[in-house]
């Protein structure tokens, strides 16, 4: 019964990502493109917490000798949410956060971690941008620690043009055989995710 649940469960949501990426695509062969991936970009950094790869990779291929311009304007509404995630940490932080610390006895270790984020946040929100590690939380604390807005601009801007620039490059070169390429190496792409991120956590707690 389980079981029967949770194949239900996966057939919806599958149908749910086909249909959602039959709009993109059709979306995507109109002027509205690019603030189509710009909304992506956005969301990706503020409700969204599963990759966006499925969505964005098939807009990319049908702009495949300019999939750069994709890659641009999903940095640019990633930056964009992450400016609006920042602005929540730094807003609403101290309401929500600071009952919890209270409870549980834990201001040594949030002022800690929030000095950590002052005094050395662009490697810290460098390397959250390039792991698995959910960004909205990275940025959103960030804001919490008042760290320099300009420097969070430039490490989220950097960090995430990795990512978006390196599949736009993989568009252009093998167009819309680049997911299946992600597929073929999920693995391999998935363990170094985890050593990236592995590497982020002792260096953020141990150095």
Known sequence: MVLAVANLMSQTATRKRFSLREKVSAWGKGPWSLPLAVVIGFVENTI???PMEPIFLPLMALRRKTAWLV?????????????LMYW???????????????????????QN????????????????????????????AAGAA??????FTIAVTLSRSIRYFALAVLVM???????????????????????????????????
């Open 48 to 50: 969204v917490v599963v």
């Open 71 to 83: 890659a641009a304007a999903l940095l640019l509404g990633n930056v964009l949410g992450g400016l």
């Open 88 to 110: 929540l940490g730094a807003t609403f932080a101290k309401e929500a956060i600071q009952p919890l610390v209270t409870m549980f006895d834990a201001q040594s270790a949030y």
């Open 113 to 140: 971690t929030m000095d950590r984020l002052n005094a050395d946040g662009f490697t810290t929100l460098f390397m959250i941008g390039i792991t698995p590690f959910p960004f909205q939380v990275g940025v959103a």
């Open 146 to 151: 008042g760290y320099n807005l300009l420097l």
């Open 173 to 207: 070169l093998v167009g819309e055989r680049a997911e299946e390429v992600l597929k073929a190496h999920e693995l391999e792409l998935a363990a170094v995710g985890i050593l990236l991120f592995a590497g982020f956590v002792v260096y953020f707690f141990l150095f």
